[in-house]
């Protein structure tokens, strides 16, 4: 049974500051990896999709990379803005037979001005 | 384009109370996703649905849940009775395709 594990569960880190968020998981027969945002109230939004062939994607201030073999996966986040705390998810999709998406538990950023 | 839209936000209810929480998907979207997220957990899915059909429903506790999907279009999730560990986030999600997923904005139900 795939499992998908972030760590830190809780990261706080003053404006500016470059960080990186990880996740790991167990089973490397992945379809793809995605990378969540969600903030209170509100539902999730998609920031980054991985291909299981690919290695890394970037968006502005996100880089998001993939080692498939290993089973992890590192959210980089770049100049750091108050605008950025939020919860940030990871989840595998495994495609195939079960074609789902199983998340990890999350790591709520604060980001301080 | 309107988004994935759920109703109630928010709902609080007394134990062995009923609760329905609904789902309009984006329009054209014939899969439908019912997702519970306890506190500091990510959302795990209950139910799949493509167009009517519930075709992932392993994860539903059937004993007090339901769901339907008339039309193939709006979902209601019912919960009846309610239980103190049901308080969580109700998510619902809609696709095109199974790996790129449109979620709404949740209910937030607080069972006492």
């Known amino acids: 049974k795939q499992e998908v594990t972030q760590i830190p569960a809780a990261l706080s880190v003053p404006e500016g500051e470059n960080l990186v968020l990880n996740c790991s998981f167990t089973?490397?027969?992945?379809?793809?990896l995605q990378w969540f945002r969600q903030d209170p109230g509100k539902g999730l939004t998609s920031l980054l999709l991985?291909?299981?062939?690919?290695r890394e994607q970037t968006s502005g201030r996100l880089n998001a990379s993939l080692d498939k073999s290993s089973g992890r996966s590192t959210l980089y986040i770049a100049a750091s803005q108050p605008g950025d705390s939020a919860t940030y998810l990871c989840?595998?999709?495994?495609?195939?037979?079960?074609?789902?998406?199983?998340f990890g538990t999350g790591t709520l950023l604060a980001v301080q001005p | 384009e309107a988004g994935v839209v759920q109703s109630p936000r928010y709902k609080i209810i007394e134990k062995k109370q009923p609760v329905a929480f609904w789902c309009n998907p984006i329009?054209?979207?014939?899969?439908l996703y019912w997702y519970r997220q306890n506190l500091g957990q990510g959302p795990e899915l209950l139910i799949r649905?493509?167009?009517?059909?519930?075709?992932?429903d392993s994860q539903l506790p059937k004993d007090r849940f339901s769901a339907e999907r008339l039309k193939g279009v709006d979902s209601t999730l019912k919960i009846q009775p309610a239980e103190l560990g049901d308080s969580a986030v109700y998510l619902c999600?809609?696709?095109?395709?199974?790996?790129?997923?449109?979620f709404g904005p949740g209910t937030r139900l607080t069972v006492l």
């Open positions: 999600a809609s696709s095109l395709v199974p790996d790129t997923q449109y």
């Open positions: 089973d490397s027969a992945i379809y793809n």
């Open positions: 991985i291909q299981s062939s690919q």
């Open positions: 989840a595998v999709f495994d495609g195939g037979a079960t074609n789902k998406l199983i």
């Open positions: 329009s054209g979207h014939n899969t």
């Open positions: 649905y493509e167009n009517e059909e519930a075709v992932d």
